[in-house]
């Protein structure tokens, strides 16, 4: 049988479309475009009078996005804020700066009750602080303690006056199997007891939020 004679414009058509798939895989698209289900609760932190908050967080990113929030919270059964409407775009390969300020629960004058007015919450706590984040790099539903912790595991503040804190971070260089691209889940735990510091099932005093992060190559020049 004489060999099959493909034409020149087809084979061209056929690199391209095995490079478009190459590209696809490469960041993930087919599989992991978004979350993959639900991630692992927070837990169930609590909040009361005197108990140390998140007063803002605030990621500047590329493209002019960034995650501002200023709410203010406070729950006697579940301390967490779902924030994942907020997203800002990373490059890997790229150190940023988290910037984070803490404060005091007050009592907001009303009974037993709290309230979100920023007036409510004080700038001086007496409480140690123990921070932590994760990014789901591979979007798996978890979040590895090992390598997708951002924030070294010995970060605490106790002095009062050290409210406001600027953290370095880097996001890892983009493999297509421990690090892809797209959007991703990113979680901030906040915890009085450096025992709890953890991304899911945490107990006691604190609070948790989650954010989005979009996550894309650095191409050098």
């Not at 009303?110 to 706590?125: E, K, W």
């Not at 099932?201 to 190559?217: F, H, L, M, S």
Request: with cysteine; hydrophobic share 30%.
């Amino acid at each position: 049988m004489p060999p099959k004679l493909v034409s020149v414009s087809h084979t061209h058509g056929k690199n391209h479309f095995i490079n478009f798939v190459y590209f696809l895989l490469q960041y993930g698209v087919f599989s992991r475009l978004g979350y993959v289900g639900t991630h692992c609760s927070s837990g169930n932190l609590i909040c009361s009078v005197g108990n140390t908050a998140i007063f803002s967080v605030s990621i500047s990113g590329e493209d002019n996005t960034d995650t501002p929030d200023n709410t203010k919270t406070c729950s006697s059964t579940n301390n967490y804020v779902d924030r994942s409407n907020l997203a800002v775009t990373l490059f890997d390969n790229t150190a940023y700066t988290l910037h984070i300020e803490l404060s005091c629960v007050e009592q907001s004058g009303y009974g037993n009750t709290y309230s979100q007015d920023p007036s409510v919450f004080g700038r001086n706590c007496r409480n140690a602080r123990y921070l932590g984040m994760w990014i789901d790099f591979n979007n798996d539903g978890t979040f590895d303690d090992n390598i997708e912790r951002l924030i070294p595991n010995n970060w605490y503040r106790d002095d009062p006056r050290m409210t406001q804190n600027d953290i370095s971070f880097t996001i890892p260089q983009i493999d297509g199997r421990y690090n892809v691209g797209g959007q991703h889940r990113m979680r901030i735990v906040l915890v009085q007891d450096e025992r709890y510091r953890n991304p899911c099932q945490n107990t006691g005093y604190g609070e948790a939020r989650d954010y989005t992060v979009q996550i894309v190559q650095k191409h050098e020049y």
